[in-house]
């Protein structure tokens, strides 16, 4: 009777999953989409509960013990979880995305260390076997990666470390642990378990997670985390295969394609194959000489800034990580709804690849209550540029770039951009005169339509409130 219920539960678990990821597919039903899923995890979490004690009570004579690790292990995930979520800034939302992607890879691999170490996958098959070693090379290297890309993005791996022939001593590590996997199948079908040869193995996986990461630049981060994202689910489907969990399975396939859907995407937003970003070596040099771009960098106020779009007709805004560091998000809102007031069209362009992970600009922008309908993509709203009084550039910097249309030599040629250059003005709220995030220098900061505001975006943003206010 337990079993049907389990079962029951599942494929509840399933539909839960499935419905509440359809309904992420849209910002407007996006949080109704988590909250569904959510339900659906907890379900998945009882479902794999009550197995627990249908197995223990047949197999296990400590089932007391097992019970009391289980909710010790509960207890501290959703504590550190909860506490972590409400604690969490909007600029260290990427960092937290990357650890949670970390976590749920971490999870596959222990699940498949755990079966390899017990001999349950090796007793199952040869096919089982396979599934819980592949599940674990990718949930390791999720693991391992995914805690590099959250130093990088925290700011704890300052440099991008590339040794000597890195791609050639990447390959190596990546069939030497091929081979590892293959041996440690081998060991299974002679009846016998090597401790050893699984924990060299697992070993090798978590060293070329770190190797894969460690030379990837800053500006390439959206698409690793997403890539990531993408081990994480697959890692989990291979081991709910292993488990015979259908919850696993279905939760992990739908991760896992969704996330290889994403990261091609954002590829495609970079104009880059997947394989150029792991491979490559754009981001985190000096990848930009500004020596022989035309044109100089001119500076204005904040206040003649805010005029110009009070007595324009229409405003594009382009938000980028800047505008999540200075946490100036709510202060761009209420800037805007004072634009509007006056009768200003307003609308806010996003790049599928502005800011350190997946939509984090739509995330810090439904935080502020900035309403969907004002929020466009790249495709939607490109054409509308050359048609706009005042474009403002709030923390960006590839994704505004002019040379990624002219600059053959630049890193970033024939990469999709937002068209801020055709507006009759520009505006560029930065810090200082530093190249961002990537090291490329920016051509649009010398366009002569374009002025610079240095500045923290919160305090940018408060003297242009200020200046509108005092025009009414």
Not at 178 to 197: H, P, T
Not at 331 to 352: M, N, S, T, W
Request: proline residues 3%; aromatic residues 8%; without cysteine.
């Amino acid at each position: 009777m337990s079993g049907m219920i389990i079962e029951a539960v599942y494929f509840i678990t399933a539909l839960l999953f499935i419905y509440g990821l359809k309904r992420m597919a849209s910002p407007v039903t996006a949080r109704s989409g988590i909250l569904i899923a959510g339900v659906g995890m907890v379900l998945a979490v009882l479902a794999a509960f009550l197995y627990g004690l249908d197995v223990s009570e047949r197999a296990q004579p400590h089932l007391s013990t097992n019970l009391l690790l289980v909710v010790i292990a509960l207890g501290l995930g959703l504590g550190w979880a909860w506490y972590s979520g409400k604690k969490v800034a909007m600029t260290d939302m990427p960092q937290m995305v990357a650890l949670y992607n970390g976590m749920g890879g971490g999870a596959a691999a222990a699940i498949a260390a755990l079966e390899l170490y017990s001999g349950n996958a090796q007793a199952h098959g040869v096919v089982v076997s396979m599934l819980a070693v592949i599940g674990g090379l990718i949930g390791a290297v999720a693991l391992s990666g995914s805690l590099v890309a959250w130093a990088k993005l925290d700011g704890r791996m300052q440099s991008t470390i590339r040794l000597p022939a890195q791609q050639i001593i990447n390959a190596v590590l990546f069939f030497v642990t091929l081979g590892l996997g293959a041996a440690v199948v081998g060991a299974g079908l002679d009846g016998g378990v090597s401790m050893l040869l699984i924990s060299v193995f697992f070993i090798a996986a978590l060293v070329l997670g770190v190797m894969l990461t460690t030379p990837i630049g800053g500006a390439d981060m959206p698409v690793v985390i997403s890539l990531y994202n993408a081990f994480t689910g697959l890692a989990v489907a291979f081991e709910g295969f292993v488990l015979q969990n259908p919850a696993m399975i279905i939760a992990g396939t739908v991760v896992g394609s969704a996330g290889t859907l994403l990261t091609l995407m954002m590829a495609k937003a970079m104009n880059r194959p997947v394989s150029n970003v792991i491979f490559s070596q754009f981001g985190g040099d000096d990848s930009g000489d500004a020596g022989d771009i035309e044109g100089t960098m001119k500076a204005t106020d904040a206040s003649d800034a805010a005029i110009a779009m009070y007595y324009a007709s229409k405003v594009i805004i382009v938000p980028g990580y800047g505008l999540a560091v200075a946490q100036a998000q709510h202060k761009l809102y209420e800037f805007v709804k004072l634009l509007q007031k006056q009768g200003v069209d307003v609308r806010f362009a996003i790049h599928p690849v502005a800011g350190r992970m997946p939509g984090h600009m739509n995330v810090l922008l439904a935080e502020a209550g900035v309403p969907y309908d004002i929020i466009y993509d790249l495709e939607e709203i490109n054409e509308e540029f050359a048609q706009t009084d005042v474009a403002i550039v709030l923390g960006a910097n590839d994704v505004v770039n002019p040379a990624a249309r002219t600059r053959k030599s630049s890193p970033i040629y024939g990469m999709p951009i937002l068209n801020v250059d055709y507006a009759q003005q520009a505006y560029v709220v930065k810090r200082g005169q530093g190249k961002g995030y990537s090291g490329v220098e920016n051509e649009l900061f010398y366009a002569d339509n374009t002025s610079m505001v240095y500045g923290d975006a919160q305090k940018v943003l408060v003297q242009m409130i200020e200046a509108v206010k005092s025009l009414g």
